[in-house]
């Protein structure tokens, strides 16, 4: 962790490092966390090799800063796969069984109230099924939106378009 | 070598400043304390991050911004732009949260969010905002939500109870998430820290998971803090942009 931010600061003229740090932090992502305030630490100290313009300098920084960032991305992205997957594992595990829950739960307390023992209850465990197998698969396959959303035409393009629109 | 394990001795609310009105028991307690102490942080945080309004951002000032710009990324992408003016609510719950579950790791401290009852309140406010919200914003025409489109007259007799149903599911699931994420997390760091303490040197072993299980924790109140506030978005954005 120490020698990380050394790295870093070490390159004055990171741009002509920018492809090998680029491969180092690949490597090292998860160890770096947060590469924008360590460049801004840095700034002092290289203030001799450049035209007195602090602020431009440091858009400048956070530019580069920025785009690292984001090349960085795919590194990290298998990890947050993974706990993407946790999450919604956890979320479809609870969307089922509660709806089954609820449903049955509110089915028996209709037929306390209406005396209409056993309907009310076999009619919503079954309604309460189809409810959960409905959120599953809307948390499944990103149609998170509307509860009865679905246009016509664009039905299938939205399955496949807002598949990766992520809601864990 | 009789250590008593006792994990869910953690949940129980203790009365900090007894307090009745009428019949109705409204003591201070620790779990209303906890809940105070995260809205003071936050305000904290906040505030005195804001105070300075440097344009180079110092310490304080990144977090507050950074959580600013979070949620409101988060609004912008899931409700669109309709949705601004409800950023103020999302990022009171998310931050609120957020702030709950990271106090409750802190140990002999109490996890709000443990309790069915706050995340459910929560979960009732987000459900209850956003029928209020849709009906403003649409009128009776709302009630459309229910009904999917391009679906022969028959099958709606039975599609339409069941749209109901997982819509009235909402206000469940999004509080039984979170609450059971949190108990079932803190419940085994008991266990776990209860073997350690109750099984001398090999404890070490327990104790190891117990890190692990911490950082698991960290993660989970994260992660949990940010379904929430999403689950939240993606309502909204259901009862906004209504087809």
């Given at each position: ?98 709806a ?30 189809a409810a959960g197998?409905l ?34 | ?161 069941i749209?109901?149903l997982s ?77």
């Amino acid at each position: 962790m120490s020698e990380n931010p050394a790295g870093h600061m070490n390159s004055p003229k990171g741009v002509a490092l920018t492809g090998f740090e680029a491969l180092f932090m690949v490597r090292r992502a998860p160890a770096i966390l947060l590469p924008v305030p360590v460049s801004i630490v840095a700034l002092p100290r290289m203030s001799e090799s450049r035209p007195p313009d602090p602020l431009a300098r440091l858009g400048e920084k956070i530019d580069k800063a920025r785009a690292e960032r984001v090349r960085r991305q795919p590194a990290v992205g298998d990890r947050s796969a993974m706990q993407q997957g946790l999450g919604l594992g956890v979320r479809i595990g609870i969307e089922l069984v509660v709806a089954i829950v609820v449903a049955t739960g509110l089915g028996w307390a209709i037929d306390r109230w209406f005396g209409t023992r056993p309907w009310g209850m076999i009619v919503l465990f079954f309604l309460g099924v189809a409810a959960g197998m409905l959120n599953v698969y809307r948390a499944v396959t990103g149609v998170s939106g509307p509860v009865g959303f679905r246009p016509p035409d664009v039905g299938a393009a939205a399955s496949e378009g807002r598949s990766d629109d992520e809601d864990c | 070598m009789a250590i008593e394990i006792r994990p869910l001795e953690q949940f129980t609310i203790e009365r900090l400043i007894p307090l009745h009105i009428g019949s109705v028991d409204v003591s201070y307690t620790n779990a209303a304390f906890l809940m105070t102490v995260a809205v003071v942080l936050i305000t904290a945080l906040i505030m005195l991050g804001t105070r300075k309004r440097a344009l180079v951002p110092g310490r304080w000032q990144s977090l507050a911004e950074m959580s600013y710009e979070f949620v409101a990324d988060m609004v912008e992408t899931n409700v669109g732009h309709g949705g601004r003016e409800f950023f103020p609510f999302v990022f009171t719950l998310f931050m609120f949260i957020l702030f709950a579950n990271f106090l409750g790791l802190i140990p002999y401290s109490y996890t709000v969010t443990s309790q069915i009852i706050v995340t459910f309140a929560l979960a009732a406010v987000v459900f209850i905002g956003v029928t209020i919200v849709g009906i403003v914003k649409h009128g009776f025409h709302f009630l459309r939500l229910f009904v999917p489109q391009g679906v022969p007259a028959p099958l709606l007799l039975l599609l339409v109870p069941i749209e109901l149903l997982s819509y009235c599911i909402r206000p469940f699931t999004l509080s039984i998430r979170l609450f059971a994420n949190m108990l079932a997390g803190h419940t085994m760091l008991a266990i776990f820290g209860g073997f350690a303490a109750s099984i001398g040197l090999l404890g070490v072993f327990p104790l190891g998971i117990n890190i692990l299980l911490v950082a698991l924790e960290v993660l989970v109140a994260a992660l949990q803090a940010y379904v929430f506030a999403i689950l939240t978005c993606l309502y909204l954005s259901d009862a906004i942009n209504l087809h």
